[in-house]
């Protein structure tokens, strides 16, 4: 896991080698251990490195291929890089390092651009092909690791962050104000999804599972090599027993690594699933002699704590526990960090959480740490997937049948079988009943602390149609929302720690493999995940792989804007600071704080939200 930048000048445009080399520099929390620099013709590269795989010189980057006909930065980790290395080896290949990067580059020698559907892991890079006199650049299937780029007719920049594309072209800081307005008139960024922009106008991203050439001469090719499986390819065997396999086997390849190696435990199933799957994989079915082996990060807040399920799953991995929890006035306190190593807006408070959790392991002398991120989004962990379930029942003429998930979800989740049934045949009369698709901008709830300009930013936003169906809904969730934005979110918070994150559940044979399933795989009665619930008995504590309720890394900022963070918001709220932004009602942002404060509603989101965005163009000014 690393950091990389770089410049590919066209047509005989000069390259800027200082430049290049401070793009690099900025990013060195990707990369402590080491730096690298290359440059030639017309691509320059600059390289951050997190020694994670083989920690000798060898490992440098760039890194050049024996022939020298090709030179790469890489950013992330080929898991399976022992087999391709044992493949390519009887091919004829011969490496001179024992890490990644060097097979990932005999990969491209021996099977070229469709090197890439043979990778299982996360990854970006840029392999500069001499003897082509061109540039290969791709990111992984789900973009994990991130890339983006600049673009003008002389040069294409390229970077791991978007404050490195800001040392090299001023342009790339010109905000885009029409998604700024989305996000504080309505809190959410799945906008940013369309067409890869961010926040920047001139700042892409570059899409996950694609790849890319581009000649000196201009000429670029662009393609997306993998996709998720279609509707209607079914698996047919024996599922619990294929899901256990595919998933210890992804824990297993993410195990490797020549640094101590932990795992983000909340006391939810997944978190739980990896941390117990790893006690096998090291070996050992004692859970008393992995301790010291083992190591578990928890946010454990007071007041949403999941302290019996995080409990029960130390005690039976033997895992050593470390946990933090915050308080309100520390949490606020990193916020300018956190934005900083975000260089976009955040989500929900949620995200300073996470950045604790990874500063903890960070402490803890721990690099690598493995997350559950991705299986809400492919195997059903979201509330709204059970009607979605239950719409896919009566489409199909199975109406009994989603009454009796119906109930059975009711009964458990204490919840009236007459309003949930009246609520499914709306979203049914919805869903069925053809209407003209409006363009019209709709306004969010929090129009009002928009300033007048400001709104007329969104007008022509069109109002876009959810997909129908839990596999068509499903695949939004993993190439649209949330996915994108957690993985975004999930990289940002580790790397400004210096730490890996690595994801079992993304793995892509298995999410390939959940796309083949039944939606009763991921829906049944009042259970989610019920294909992880299945495979993980008596692998997981009974009490973790049957709790019915979901919390992630909830933070209680609505309350605290009523105790210990309302002077600061006030302060905040008084200051001119919210009138520099230049696009916020403010007077209407102090009636609602005020609203908060009685109780009457809760708009701490969007009190924390309006502050954030200032302190973030605050940041960006300044850079």
């Given amino acids: 896991m690393c950091g990389f930048a770089g410049s590919f000048s066209l047509r005989g445009a000069p390259v800027r080698d200082e430049v290049v080399r401070a793009m690099g520099q900025c990013m060195y929390r990707r990369g402590p251990d080491d730096d690298g620099f ?68 005999a990969a491209y020698v021996e099977w070229g651009v469709e090197c890439l559907p043979r990778l299982n892991g996360m990854w970006a890079f840029l392999i ?95 393609w997306k090599f993998w996709s998720l499986p279609s509707a209607g390819e079914m698996f047919e065997g024996d599922v619990v027993a294929t899901f256990a396999d595919l998933f210890e086997d992804a824990v297993r390849l993410r195990l490797r690594s020549d640094v101590p190696v932990g795992v983000a435990l ?65 949490m606020w306190n990193t916020l300018p960090a956190v934005l900083d190593a975000h260089d976009e807006p955040l989500h929900a408070t949620s995200a300073l959480a996470g950045y604790q959790v990874y ?67 709306i979203r049914f009369m919805a869903t069925t009943i053809p209407r003209p698709r409006s363009t019209a901008h709709r306004p969010g709830m929090y129009a009002a602390v928009l300033s007048g300009d400001a709104r007329t930013l969104n007008m022509q936003a069109p109002h876009e149609r959810l997909p129908v169906g839990l596999h068509n809904v499903l695949a939004h969730s ?67 792989r049957t709790r019915v309720d979901k919390m992630g890394f909830p933070t209680g900022f609505s309350a605290w804007i009523r105790g210990p963070l309302k002077p600061m918001v006030e302060d905040a709220l008084q200051s001119g600071s919210l009138a520099e932004v230049g696009i916020m009602n403010v007077a209407e942002l102090r009636r609602l704080f005020q609203e908060h404060l009685s109780g009457h509603a809760d708009h701490g989101s969007m009190i924390f939200n309006a502050l954030q965005f200032a302190e973030w163009q605050r940041i960006i000014k300044a850079r």
Wanted: glycine share 8%.
């Fill in 478 to 544: 993993v190439e649209e929302y949330p996915l994108p934005l957690y993985l975004r979110i999930e990289d940002r918070n580790s790397m400004a720690h210096s730490v890996e994150a690595r994801l079992p559940f993304l793995d892509y044979r298995l999410v390939t493999f959940a796309f083949q399933l039944e939606n009763s795989w991921k829906i049944r009665g009042p259970w989610n995940k019920y294909v992880l619930r299945s495979a993980m008995k008596g692998v997981v504590p009974e009490s973790v």
């Fill in 38 to 105: 290359h440059s030639e013709g017309p691509i320059a590269m600059a390289f951050r490195r997190l020694s994670i795989l083989d920690l000798s010189p060898a490992g440098h980057q760039p890194f050049t291929s024996g022939s020298g006909e090709l030179t790469i930065v890489f950013n992330g980790e080929i898991f399976n890089y022992l087999e391709l290395r044992k493949e390519l080896i009887a091919k004829g290949h011969q490496f001179r390092s024992e890490g990644d990067t060097e097979v990932l580059l």
């Fill in 128 to 222: 500069y092909d001499r003897k082509r006199n061109l540039v290969f650049g791709a990111r992984d299937r789900f973009g994990i690791k991130p890339l983006y780029r600049s673009l003008s007719d002389e040069v294409h920049y390229f970077a791991s962050e978007i404050k490195a594309l800001q040392i090299a072209d001023r342009r790339t800081r010109d905000i885009n104000w029409r998604f700024a307005a989305q996000f504080l008139e309505t809190g959410r960024l799945d906008n940013l999804s369309t067409n890869h922009r961010t926040f920047f106008n001139y700042v892409q991203e570059v899409p996950p599972g694609s790849a890319f050439t581009i000649a000196v001469d201009g000429a670029e090719r662009a």
């Fill in 266 to 330: 909340s006391g939810g199933m997944d978190s739980s699933s990896i941390i117990s799957i790893m006690g096998r994989a090291l070996g050992t079915t004692d859970g008393a002699s992995m301790r010291g082996r083992l190591n578990a990060f928890s946010y454990t807040p007071d007041d949403f704590d999941e302290e019996k399920y995080v409990r029960d799953t130390i005690a039976l991995t033997g895992a050593t526990l470390h946990r933090t929890s915050p308080s309100a006035e520390e």
């Fill in 359 to 425: 500063q903890l392991a960070a402490n803890a002398g721990v690099r690598v740490v493995l997350g559950g991120q991705g299986a809400d989004e492919t195997i059903g962990g979201y509330t709204p997937f059970f009607s979605e379930t239950w719409l896919d029942l009566v489409r199909g003429g199975h109406l009994m049948r989603a009454i009796d998930e119906v109930k059975a979800y009711a009964k458990v989740h204490k919840q009236p079988v007459a309003g949930l049934l009246r609520a499914l045949m």
